[in-house]
């Protein structure tokens, strides 16, 4: 059971509500599915450098943020971004999140492509105007079977089983009703609506599932199912199960997950049609105009989209072969190596773009991590105790103290690379 503290609805920005950050204004573009086209990257690009500060910044969801917009810039970006069909739905711009496998429908651990899933489900969510009341943080996934997604902890998320069968899994619990596949938009749009009528019925400001007083089996029951299965997580990772019970065939997925498999990071992967992929980190997250113009002319000669990933990372695919476009990534600064040491490397803004912030979290970032070699686990850089932007699941939590910085909760008193690599594991 849990019940909600929230007291006022959330403020998340959009493109139309820009936050006022201490550099100025904030908008967030939503990509269902992560996807842009080359075109729509360049429409991006240009209007970060010509009424924000240039970069754009890759966030834990798969949008992307243009920072420091100058007074009255909010009203021309957002007259670029419908002109460039970013900007579809003016009522529900701020609730179109929905993350889908990054990889979906191009490599062999892909039983499924969920892509067009998550195009339906973004076209639905956006035709029920009761839906625009969705809160902003309330998170929509739909995970092609690999398990990347499991740990996003999305409200209502849609897992591939084997089959053509899904498993529908709410406000992050891990127990399912299965679903079929071809059902899955419009079950997912039944579990929103389901959301917002528990919370008027139980007079709160949830902005999630788990927040409601047991919000996950309040509104299967509203759905009318009944999940079952064993919680994946309870399954033995080295792939046993030792009760001999796992009636959704969730074992494989949970050895992924356990083994840290599951999450896509950067390199080359074959496609299923004889092409290749690459997943390129963006470090911190941050890109520049010079990095997104190269990738947007890589990506129209591959299969012209970008998809942003959940990981500071975006995808590339269609390729015949890489060389030449891993040599023009790496030459700006795009990570491609699957053993760099960006790799799994975070940041929230920090100083100076957020008020709030007790140190230039970005630039220490910048100075320690090429310093240690890759780590284990992920490295989570914060301003402050807020901690926006954080990974899911576990990581190495850097927090900026104003006379330093504390990792995992311990004060550092020896010098920050030698911290930093111990607390990663990379020494
Ligand atoms: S974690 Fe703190 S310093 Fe960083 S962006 Fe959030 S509020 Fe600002």
Not at 29 to 42: I, T
Request: glycine share 12%.
């Amino acid at each position: 059971m849990n019940s909600s503290p929230r007291t006022q609805p959330d403020s998340c920005p959009g493109v139309l509500a820009v936050h006022q950050a201490a550099d100025g204004g904030l908008a967030r573009v939503r990509l269902p599915g992560g996807l842009l086209s080359a075109a729509q990257l360049r429409v991006l690009a240009a209007a970060s450098g010509e009424l924000g500060d240039g970069h754009l910044e890759l966030t834990s969801r798969g949008n992307i943020q243009i920072r420091a917009l100058r007074p009255g810039a909010p009203q021309t970006l957002s007259d670029r971004l419908y002109s460039a069909g970013l900007l579809p739905s003016i009522s529900h711009e701020r609730v179109r999140n929905i993350l889908a496998s990054p990889l979906s429908g191009l490599d062999q651990d892909s039983l499924y492509d969920v892509l067009p899933l998550a195009a339906e489900l973004d076209r639905l969510l956006c035709a029920q105007p009761a839906l625009a009341e969705l809160p902003g943080r309330f998170l929509f996934a739909l995970d092609d079977g690999r398990g990347d997604l499991g740990a996003v902890g999305a409200d209502v998320a849609v897992r591939v089983l084997a089959g053509g069968k899904g498993l529908l899994v709410l406000g992050g619990v891990s127990r399912g009703a299965e679903v079929p596949l071809e059902d899955a938009p419009a079950v997912m749009i039944a579990a929103a609506e389901a959301f917002l009528t528990e919370r008027a019925a139980q007079d709160s400001e949830a902005w999630r599932i788990a927040e409601l007083a047991d919000g996950a089996a309040e509104v299967y029951e509203r759905l009318g199912l009944e999940p079952r299965g064993l919680d994946p997580r309870g399954l033995d990772p080295r792939g046993l199960d030792p009760l001999g019970l796992d009636p959704l065939g969730l074992e494989p997925l949970v050895a992924a997950e356990a083994a840290g498999t599951a999450v896509v990071v950067a390199g080359r992967r074959e496609q299923v049609d004889g092409r290749v992929a690459v997943v390129v980190t963006v470090p911190l997250g941050s890109l520049s105009a010079e990095q997104a113009a190269v990738l947007s002319d890589l990506a129209e000669l591959g299969n012209g989209q970008i998809r942003v990933t959940p990981w500071r990372s975006v995808v590339l695919g269609g390729f015949d072969a890489v060389d030449d476009a891993v040599a023009q990534l790496e030459a700006v600064g795009l990570v491609v190596e699957p053993e760099s040491p960006w790799n799994g490397v975070t940041a929230c803004a920090g100083k100076p773009g957020c008020a709030k912030a007790l140190a230039d979290v970005r630039a220490d970032a910048r100075d320690v991590t090429p310093r240690i070699r890759r780590g284990r686990q992920p490295v989570h850089w914060s301003g402050c105790e807020r901690r926006c932007g954080r990974p899911a699941g576990r990581f190495v939590d850097i927090i900026a103290l104003g006379n330093g910085y504390a990792i995992d909760g311990e004060p550092v008193d020896v010098e920050l690379v030698e911290a930093v690599a111990a607390a990663r594991g990379a020494r």
